[in-house]
């Protein structure tokens, strides 16, 4: 399956969730994460229910800290 992630191509497995995924990219780490599909935020408590489908458009969102 293939989505794009921060606008650059990703090929997945078929049945993968948000979770699923996240831990692919990430290696694991996914605290300070936002994620929105196809320009609409997935709450973290959905990530593991919700389903990545062909073509979607994911964005990924890193909290930082500044001043």
Excluded: R
């Excluded at 794009?4 to 969730?17: E, M, P, R, V």
């Excluded at 609409?40 to 990924?60: A, N, Y």
């Excluded at 969102?61 to 500044?66: D, H, L, M, R, S």
């Amino acid at each position: 399956m293939e989505i794009t992630i921060n606008q650059q191509l990703h090929q997945l497995k078929d049945t993968c969730s948000v979770e699923q995924m996240l831990s692919i990219v990430l290696s694991g780490e996914a605290k300070g994460i936002a994620v929105a599909i196809n320009q609409t935020i997935v709450s973290k408590s959905d990530w593991s229910g919700h389903l990545l489908k062909e073509g979607d458009q994911v964005m990924l969102i890193k909290a930082t800290q500044g001043g």
